[in-house]
């Protein structure tokens, strides 16, 4: 089993900022993916970014240029700097861990309004 904790959601104004960071610990495999997801009430989950062992990074084309990913393989954690914030970007945001199997943190809540 991987336990995944995720932290740092809250509440924010339009054009700022939040960062937030993940945590996997228990049976970690030496060749993982940390991702994170997102998700409105009523919609399905959306991709928002992922880095691999590598350092290999991806990102959904709405996020592109004002998220950064970033990943500590010793700490076996994940941070997600949001910046530029939008009311879209107004979800529940899940930290994903990937290697055979998939675990899925509890999410934290971003809220962006003015």
């Known amino acids: 089993q991987v336990q995944v904790v995720e932290s740092g959601g809250g509440a924010v104004q339009p054009g700022g900022s939040l960062r937030l960071s993940c945590a996997a610990s228990g049976d970690i495999f030496n060749v993982y993916v940390l991702a994170w997801y997102r998700q409105v009430p009523g919609e399905q989950r959306d991709f928002v970014a992922s880095v691999t062992n590598q350092g290999t990074t991806r990102y959904a084309d709405s996020v592109k240029g004002r998220f950064t990913i970033s990943r500590d393989n010793a700490k076996s954690a994940v941070t997600l700097q949001m910046n530029s914030l939008a009311p879209e970007d107004t979800a529940v945001y899940y930290c994903?861990?990937?290697?055979?199997?998939?675990?899925w943190g509890q999410g934290t809540q971003v809220t962006v309004s003015s």
């Open positions: 994903k861990y990937t290697d055979w199997r998939n675990y």
